[in-house]
């Protein structure tokens, strides 16, 4: 086992101290990343897989990648290279320290886990449902400012709303701040219904539609745009290029 001190950090052991119980990637990131990476510096998955891989086994930039996921959901924040024009593909900020193993305090559990979220996203093909912004995109007149999406919840907790997944939906960060700010105020009936009564008969039923089944149809385009933001960049510009010459636009 290996030895503790109070000046060796856990990401350094292989043995929570003590006991024979393993740390794990999660704990031993976590551990790494509040003593070696300060707030709004950046760090690799590459830097993780040199740093705390264990001799002899091959785990590759995935398998970090999958972890820093995971302890999002204890109160860690990081910025990848989607929300920050300046990072590499492998590359993340650090934007908030949260729990690390040595603190002594049981791992915070978010009612939404990395799993739910995923499929949030996926299932809302990473639009925000409030203004259909797309994540990584930069807002207009914005240089170097993306669009970070999070999961709201479309009922709020406060007003009994769980962390289901038809009740979740995924937010841009400035659509979701001010629901925050107004106390997670809901609409009612006589704030929305004056909007509903001005649409057309066509946007009408479709909104029906979409309230019927559950889920807002995206266009063809915008199916088309959300695959293309999970190409490689040098796929990208072939694909710029092509659509370029495709359109007659030069």
């Not at 934007?95 to 499929?119: C, F, H, L, N």
């Not at 038809?166 to 937010?171: D, F, I, S």
């Amino acid at each position: 086992m290996a030895g503790y001190s109070e000046q060796q950090p856990f990401w350094k052991l292989d043995y929570y101290p003590g006991t024979r119980r393993k740390l794990g990637s999660v704990p031993k990131i976590a551990s790494y990343l509040y003593h070696e990476v300060e707030v709004g510096a950046t760090f690799t998955t590459d830097e993780l897989r040199l740093k705390l891989g264990r001799a002899g086994q091959r785990v590759n930039h995935e398998h970090f990648q999958r972890r820093i996921r995971e302890i999002k959901d204890l109160d860690w924040n990081f910025r990848n290279h989607q929300e920050d024009a300046e990072l590499d593909v492998q590359e993340y900020r650090l934007v908030k320290k949260g729990w690390t193993p040595e603190s002594g305090k049981p791992r915070k559990r978010d009612p939404i886990t990395a799993s739910v979220r995923r499929q949030v996203f996926e299932r809302d093909r990473h639009f925000c449902q409030i203004c259909g912004a797309h994540a990584g995109d930069e807002y207009p007149g914005e240089d170097g400012t993306r669009v970070v999406l999070t999961v709201g919840h479309i009922v709020p907790r406060s007003h009994g709303g769980e962390a289901t997944l038809q009740n979740l939906q995924a937010e841009c960060a400035r659509c979701n701040e001010p629901k925050r700010d107004s106390g997670d105020a809901i609409n009612t009936y006589d704030n929305v219904w004056p909007d509903v009564k001005k649409l057309g008969r066509k946007d009408k039923q479709e909104l029906l539609r979409w309230l019927t089944e559950k889920r807002r149809d995206l266009s063809p385009v915008e199916i088309v745009y959300a695959k293309i933001h999970k190409m490689r960049p040098d796929d990208r510009d072939r694909l710029m290029n092509d659509l370029q010459t495709a359109t007659g636009k030069y």
